[in-house]
């Protein structure tokens, strides 16, 4: 099993321009999650999808995030347009069933806007 | 916030030593979990223990729960230099994941 795979790995880009982040989960599991780590707030849940449908995206911290997963095996978080603060590491992680179970994290995608 | 809170913040131990990290959290749970992340990696997931559980092992790790004191407990024992990491415990209900800011751990060889 490939596990959950992530790009890419690492990204920097200057402030206004657009990032867009990919993820591949685990083959049959049904949930997605986007996470955000960083020092000062630790690991913060930005969306979550079952069965490819968004279920709670209050985490996203504003219009500048979008997440997508047009089928079970791609999602994407775009953030458009980016600003240093949005610099921090990108966790993409799946689960099968209860979303509440264990989770598979993907290595992260580590973003540094300038 | 229903989140798991870690404590200590930073733990350095000698290898061969016994760890222990404790995590509170705040409302009902269905589980809690502990995971490790190695530095610049993604983090594992190490183990799950349900609410109606009060203790579990897994090889050299062994978790309690107490929903009285909302309090988790993960001992490691004998120590080793690869396990060295952070470690979270996140607390699962509403249907989602709660992470803190999780532990230091430093195993000094």
């Known amino acids: 099993d490939a596990g959950v795979i992530q790009s890419p790995r690492h990204e920097v880009t200057e402030m206004g321009q657009e990032v867009t982040l990919r993820c591949k989960p685990i083959s049959g599991h049904n949930s997605l999650f986007w996470y955000r780590q960083t020092m000062m707030r630790g690991l913060e849940l930005l969306i979550y999808?079952?069965?490819?449908?968004?279920?709670?995206d209050s985490g996203m911290p504003e219009d500048r995030f979008s997440a997508k997963m047009p089928n079970a095996s791609f999602s994407t978080l775009k953030i458009q347009p980016s600003e240093p603060r949005d610099s921090a590491v990108y966790f993409c992680?799946?689960?099968?069933?209860?979303?509440?179970?264990?989770?598979?994290f993907g290595e992260g995608s580590r973003l540094t806007v300038l | 916030s229903q989140q798991g809170e870690e404590d200590p913040q930073a733990l350095s131990i000698q290898e061969g030593e016994n760890a222990t990290m404790n995590c509170s959290y705040k409302t009902s749970i269905n589980n809690l979990q502990w995971y490790r992340q190695n530095s610049g990696r993604g983090l594992v997931h190490l183990i799950l223990?349900?609410?109606?559980?009060r203790e579990k092992h897994s090889g050299r790790l062994r978790v309690t729960l107490d929903t009285s004191k909302k309090s988790s407990s993960l001992l490691i024992t004998a120590s080793r230099a690869a396990d060295t990491a952070s470690y979270f415990c996140?607390?699962?209900?509403?249907?989602?994941?709660?992470f803190g800011k999780g532990i230091t751990l430093s195993v000094r060889p």
């Open positions: 999808f079952n069965n490819n449908v968004p279920i709670d």
């Open positions: 223990i349900r609410s109606n559980e």
């Open positions: 992680a799946s689960s099968l069933g209860d979303p509440t179970g264990e989770l598979f």
């Open positions: 996140p607390t699962g209900a509403n249907s989602k994941l709660t």
